[in-house]
């Protein structure tokens, strides 16, 4: 079974994918990583050059070959869920979760990150509200679980990821 792990940039979902492989012994994958080896280059880049479209295609081609693996858990990006197909093939071979967090909690953690530095802007939390409208009702739809990570450690979202896949084994 994989484990898909998804949602806005800030909620969690590289850590907490990366501490759920480790602790179910499964092999982490990431869907921008198999776009960078596909495409060589970043998703950032590709829609800079070509478009948001170009993106959602290469992210469905690295879904359709996720699709056939097993024992896996994908780290996802929130873009992902925006086509059924990938719905579809993601739900084949394992479970999605979703993982949110309010948006002065995503503000905050992407603040923290280097790379991040365009997030830091005073209006970014108004241009993360609405971004997160946007996503979370189709999101929350194609999802098997959802979980708010705002007051939650990393460890306490993979625990009780883990026991959503626990759930789902019997």
């Not at 948006?103 to 990150?113: E, F, G, N, P």
């Not at 997160?132 to 959802?146: I, N, Q, S, V």
Request: charged share 30%; proline share 1%.
């Amino acid at each position: 079974m994989n484990i898909t792990v998804t949602g806005f940039s800030g909620t969690g979902k590289t850590t907490i994918s990366m501490l759920l492989a480790r602790n179910m012994n499964k092999k982490l994958i990431s869907t921008d990583d198999e776009i960078r080896k596909s495409m060589k280059l970043s998703p950032e880049r590709i829609v800079k050059i070509y478009s948001w479209e170009r993106l959602r295609e290469a992210e469905a081609g690295v879904i359709e070959n996720i699709s056939e693996l097993d024992d896996y858990v994908l780290d996802a990006g929130c873009g992902v869920l925006l086509r059924n197909e990938n719905v579809v093939n993601l739900k084949k071979s394992g479970v999605i979760v979703f993982l949110t967090a309010d948006a002065k909690t995503i503000a905050s953690r992407l603040k923290r990150k280097e790379e991040k530095a365009d997030f830091t802007k005073s209006n970014y939390i108004d241009k993360v509200k609405g971004a997160l409208d946007e996503f979370e009702t189709r999101h929350r739809k194609a999802a098997d679980y959802a979980i708010d990570t705002s007051d939650m450690s990393p460890e306490e979202a993979c625990s009780l990821i883990m026991h959503y896949v626990q759930l789902e084994m019997h």
